[in-house]
């Protein structure tokens, strides 16, 4: 996994998403708090469902649910310091 990329890119957190959930599960991400397990729980799922294309409304409440912020949040992926 490369050092940085844009996590307000669906494709970056489709690539990506295995680390991020890791990041998520252990309360490193995102910077702003951890998210709650309930959270944690629906970006899991979205995983393990394939991450499959949404239609409009669900791409809207995934956008709302999976808004992750750039910078520390990036740096924690790569085991970086905070």
């Known amino acids: 996994m490369q050092w940085a990329f844009d996590l307000g890119s669906n494709q970056a957190v489709r690539e990506h998403a295995r680390p991020i959930l890791a990041q998520l ?7 702003y708090g951890a998210w709650p397990e309930a959270q944690v729980s629906l970006f899991q799922r979205w995983i393990e469902s394939g991450m499959r294309p ?3 409304r669900e791409a809207a409440l995934e956008e709302a649910a999976f808004g992750l912020v750039g910078g520390e949040d990036q740096r924690l992926l790569e085991g970086g310091a905070g």
């Not at 599960?25 to 910077?31: K, T, V, W, Y």
Request: glycine letters at 10%.
């Open 54 to 56: 949404l239609n409009p």
């Open 25 to 31: 599960q252990a309360g490193r991400m995102p910077c």
